[in-house]
């Protein structure tokens, strides 16, 4: 994973599952971690996307599923389409294996904050993880429904049109 050659590196982080395996939880939370995040903080788009692919796959792993979510709101929020939609996917994925108070008090936030993020691009995510985690947000469901009108009412086109496409599917989980 340290090497300078984008393809090897792109190998390697294909190989995510067997290195979590091979070194356990512990050193996964020690060293592979912060690893991963300064990758996030410093490489190409397609090390980006294979991370955010992998730790869709890895996440049921580890006990915590929500250990990865840090790393994938920040990759939710990249400049480049394809690693924010892999980011998206992974997100949704580890919503479903979460619990009904891990959605409440880890998962919700994080849609709030992409969601009124500075930059349009963690706002076009949000917008995709609404209907997920919105049947099983307990008390934070009034939260997501504004979140969700503001997004709609966004200035960016690219925001108000993410909210179009995903209204129907998000209007059917909501209650009468």
Known sequence: MQTEEIHLKVNAIHRLKTVILSIGLENT????????QTLVEEQDDEVLFSIAEELGKCFGLLQDKAIFLPLLEE?????????????????TLIC????DDEIQNIFCPIITRLAGAE????????????????????????????????LCQDDTPMIKRVCASRLGTFATKLEK
């Not at 479903?96 to 619990?99: E, F, K, R, V, Y």
């Open 96 to 99: 479903d294996a979460l619990d």
């Open 119 to 150: 930059w349009f691009t963690g706002r076009v995510s949000a917008c995709s993880l609404f209907e997920r985690a919105y049947p099983r947000a307990g008390a934070q469901k009034e939260r997501l429904r504004r979140k969700f009108l503001e």
């Open 29 to 36: 939370v020690s060293q592979l971690l912060p690893y991963l």
């Open 75 to 91: 990759l939710a929020k990249h400049d480049e389409t394809v690693v924010r939609e892999e980011a998206t996917k992974s997100l």
